[in-house]
């Protein structure tokens, strides 16, 4: 028997009324970790770069080369969301590989999170670059008659784009917990090495998918 | 038979035979890639890419039928 629900929260301790679950607890590290390796390879930024600078310079060409790619266009106005995106989500789906840290994605909330953040951002630069009757005006292509579906899909597909990423890492999760239960010392390896590969794939989809979206949203205006 | 021994049946039909069709559908998408790459090895990038995003959006079905599982086993409304 699996002792605790998937779907219960861990709460690690109150401040006031306030109850801090494991998983925002991890996603603060994590963003610490960011902020501070960000911070720290560029606070003498130049032209001859250090290593850190490098590496994260690296990493920022290799996002913008993807993401431009899928959005056919400028991609560095869309950059700063989706490359931010991507490295999170890394870090949060190899969260599991440190030990005693829980990825964060394996619970409802941060998926959620992030699939509404994917939700408004798309229509948010959908109307920056064609206004908003034009964005509306997309519902309507190309019948007026499949309106209720347009909008009906984008409930849709932001609600999928969570479920796929919970699940996997939540799946992933249980998956491990069983193999444990079941086999004990060597045998959970290979699985936790093939979660490495589950974890960097979901992240690499959430980013391309939220950037076939946002590129659907930006772009359509040409291929009327 | 209780509530709770029906929720488990219920959730090994969902992800057994709800496994069934996203496995047959990636097959036969990767055979489809595969068969394109060898075909044309230059275009393996765009198409490894749109493979990914196809199998991402296949895969779901299983996975909804997971949380549909998981629901039944941990979240069900029907079990006080």
């Not at chain 1, 590290?29 to 590496?55: C, D, E, K, N």
């Not at chain 1, 899928?70 to 999170?88: A, E, H, K, Q, V």
Request: glycine content about 8%; hydrophobic content about 60%; overall charge neutral.
């Amino acid at each position: 028997m699996v002792a605790a629900s998937p779907l219960a929260n861990e709460v690690l301790f109150h401040l006031g009324p306030v109850p801090f679950v494991r998983a925002v607890v991890t996603t603060w590290a994590i963003m610490a970790a960011l902020t501070l390796v960000s911070w720290l390879g560029l606070r003498r930024a130049g032209v001859h770069a250090g290593t850190v600078q490098t590496v994260l310079e690296i990493v920022v060409e290799a996002i913008a080369k993807l993401v431009g790619e899928i959005i056919g266009r400028d991609s560095w106005p869309y950059l700063p969301f989706l490359g931010t995106l991507f490295i999170f989500l890394i870090c949060a789906n190899l969260a599991a590989v440190v030990p005693g840290l829980q990825p964060p994605t394996g619970h409802v909330e941060t998926p959620a999170v992030l699939a509404a953040l994917v939700f408004f951002s798309v229509h948010y630069f959908g109307i920056r670059s064609r206004g908003l009757l034009g964005y509306v005006r997309r519902y309507t292509q190309p019948n007026p008659l499949l309106l209720p579906l347009n909008v009906l899909s984008e409930v849709t597909r932001t609600f999928s784009l969570m479920v796929r990423l919970l699940g996997n890492i939540m799946s992933h999760e249980l998956v491990i917990g069983i193999i444990v239960l079941l086999a004990g010392l060597l045998v959970p390896i290979p699985f936790m090495l093939l979660g490495i590969m589950i974890g960097i794939i979901q992240a690499y989809i959430f980013t391309v998918l939220a950037a076939v979206f946002i590129a659907a949203a930006v772009n359509s205006a040409e291929v009327e | 038979m209780t509530i709770e021994m029906l929720s488990i049946i219920g959730a090994v039909v969902a992800v057994s035979f709800g496994a069934i069709g996203p496995a047959f559908s990636e097959g036969r998408a990767i055979a489809a890639a595969m068969e394109a790459i060898a075909r044309q090895p230059e275009s393996a990038g765009p198409l490894s890419r749109t493979l990914f995003v196809g199998l991402a959006m296949i895969e779901t079905m299983a996975i909804y039928c997971l949380v549909i599982a998981l629901l039944l086993l941990f979240a069900n409304p029907f079990v006080g």
